[in-house]
């Protein structure tokens, strides 16, 4: 019996990677995107690998209509079906207010962060449909509870993909088809550090403690909650947003 194959954009650092490597110890065949860091990719590949896995990687703009379409056809070359598709690659503006945003800035953070999730289930739907299963997951955050000055952008990104996860799943649930999103909380990568650093060592050190179980989480918490979205344990669970938050920092 074949193993199932999932996608999992921004899988060369972070979250992304762990969600590959948690994917791929859980059975999944695994098709990683990356935009710039080719090296980091093919380093989460050999991992795989190098536990008895099956993965591999490829360049992906996924804001771009046609890449968003070659992602997903060569998922299919490699592997032949695709089963989970995990939307994790996002951009962000940290500080940034909404009088200083540019035009430009604003349709890229949105290109990736809202567009690219759609043009990519659009590019997966298909094969799903046809085979009558299928598990889409988003990354949202936590923001979209918190509503911090300064991350307006990237706030209005993340409304707009769990209004997206929630409608999609009414829309595709009688095709077999179930879609979440994961929302993090404050998680040590290098976005949370960018943050971080603006604040100043005594602001980010009273954010972090302010999380009820006072840390910030590890990608890994992550990647499990996602693994479990993807996994049969899972199978009456659709249309929600779920927070992986150490109960949500108050700052």
């Known amino acids: 019996m074949e193993s199932n194959v999932a996608i999992v954009t921004g899988g060369s650092r972070g979250i992304g990677r762990a969600i590959a490597q948690a994917l ?3 059975g999944h065949r695994v098709m990683l995107s990356f935009r710039e860091r080719e090296a980091d990719a093919q380093a989460v590949v050999d991992g795989i690998k190098r536990q008895g896995g099956e993965a591999c990687c490829t360049r992906a703009d996924v804001g771009a209509p046609r890449d968003a379409k070659a992602l997903a056809q060569e998922a299919l070359d490699a ?12 951009v962000h503006l940290p500080g940034l207010r909404f009088a200083d945003v540019t035009p430009d800035q604003w349709a890229r953070l949105l290109q990736v962060n809202l567009t690219g999730p759609l043009l990519l289930t659009q590019a997966v739907l298909p094969h ?6 299928g598990c ?20 209005v990104s993340k409304v707009g993909l769990e209004a997206f996860t929630r409608i999609l799943a009414k829309e595709e649930g009688p095709n077999g088809i179930r879609v979440n999103a994961v929302a993090p909380g404050p998680i040590r990568t290098e976005m949370l550090q960018e943050t971080l650093d603006l604040m100043g060592a005594e602001r980010a050190q009273a954010f972090l403690k302010s999380v009820p179980l006072g840390r910030a989480g590890e990608p890994e918490e992550i ?16 249309g929600q947003v779920i927070y992986v938050n150490g109960g949500g920092p108050g700052g």
């Not at 079906?81 to 995990?86: A, F, G, S």
């Open 223 to 238: 990647a499990a909650t996602v693994a479990f979205l993807a996994s049969n344990a899972a199978s009456y669970l659709t």
């Open 24 to 26: 791929a110890a859980s």
């Open 79 to 90: 592997f032949g079906r695709i089963d989970v598709l995990v939307n994790n690659a996002g």
């Open 136 to 155: 889409v997951i988003n990354l949202s955050s936590n923001v979209t509870q918190r509503m911090p000055a300064g991350f307006g952008a990237y706030a």
């Open 128 to 133: 799903m449909r046809s085979r009558r299963s």
